[in-house]
């Protein structure tokens, strides 16, 4: 069986065997989860949107104040060497940075001396089969129970796990979080809604991750002059839609058909939602693929 991760793997300035990379138990990503990540798609052997993705690590480590442990430059020599060495032509590379190992279980940051951990992987790509996109997936929608910086890419993703958790145990692919009666986004997800033809995106704040295929949607939709509004969505708009996508990097752009058990709009993929999958498709192999 073809390993999920590639060997390999990256960790602390050296590339070697998964099984023969260590990090200490008191590292603060295990101890804690004081550590930042990115998941980056690769496409033919070429990854997608690498510098928004690096930039939205640098943001990530400067909003939980942890220097990076490398520049951009080499952290794409680090994803170039990943991807060359591994089996698949279409990847995703995972990125992570916690803040060290010290020599005790301590809350506030460890001396200048302890250096951050920093690991990559590749695996193989995970996409959608056919035939679950033709149908679209179901979600539910829960209480967002996250902290205040979701706009953070952060490893402690507790809130977030239970959210997708409760979606798995009653059947769905994701769950929608509400806060206060507005939907911020999914457990690992942006979502779009779809109401009269108009497109409808919540705003980036910090209740929001910026999802960087969330920013390819808005370019998207500007370039063809899809109508569009970047404004908090109720969650009452949210179950009276006729469309709702999830996006993100590996998901790219899916419908949700199903919320909370109801149909949404006519309970099949809505035509807005089709368009701009074809037209991510086709920016993705234009720039990927060709080129
Ligand atoms: N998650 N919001 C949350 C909470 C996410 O975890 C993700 C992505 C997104 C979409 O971001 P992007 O378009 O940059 O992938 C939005 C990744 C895929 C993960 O946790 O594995």
Redesign the pocket.
């Known amino acids: 069986m073809t390993p999920f991760v590639a060997d390999p793997v990256y960790l602390n300035g050296q590339f070697l065997p998964l099984a023969e990379a260590g990090i200490s138990p008191l590292d603060r990503g295990f101890l804690y989860g004081d550590g930042v990540y990115e ?1 980056i798609p690769v496409y033919s052997r070429r990854a997608f949107r690498l510098d928004e993705h690096l930039k939205r690590l640098q943001a990530t480590l400067a909003g939980i104040k942890l220097a990076n442990p490398l520049a951009p430059a080499e952290w794409k020599a680090v994803v170039e060497k990943l991807i060359a060495t591994a089996h698949w032509e279409d990847q995703s590379i995972y990125l992570q940075v916690t803040r060290g190992a010290d020599n005790k279980r301590d809350h506030a940051f460890p001396p200048a001396t302890v250096a951050p951990t920093a690991f990559a992987f590749a695996s193989p790509l995970v996409v959608t089969p056919a035939e679950v996109r033709a149908k679209g997936v179901a979600a539910i929608t829960v209480a967002d129970q996250r902290w205040a910086r ?1 706009d953070l890419k952060v490893i402690s993703l507790l809130a ?1 796990i239970l959210a997708r958790q409760q979606a798995v145990e009653e059947g769905c692919a994701e769950a929608l979080l509400v806060r206060d009666g507005y939907l911020k ?6 979502i779009f809604v779809v109401k009269d033809g108009i497109l409808l995106a919540p705003p980036k704040t910090h209740l929001m ?1 910026p ?4 920013d390819i949607v808005l370019e998207l939709a500007e370039s063809c002059g899809q109508p569009l509004e970047i404004r908090e969505i109720h969650e009452n708009e949210l179950r009276s839609a006729d469309e709702v996508w999830m ?4 998901k790219e752009i899916l419908a949700i058909t199903t919320l909370d058990g109801a149909p949404v709009g006519t309970g099949k993929p809505g035509p807005i939602g089709e368009q701009m999958w074809q037209r991510y498709q086709d920016f993705k192999n234009t720039i990927m693929r060709k080129g």
Not at 185 to 190: H, K, V
Not at 211 to 214: E, L, N
Not at 247 to 250: G, I, K, L
């Open positions: 998941l979701c977030n986004e999914g457990a690992a997800s942006n991750l999802g960087i295929t969330y996006t993100s990097s590996t």
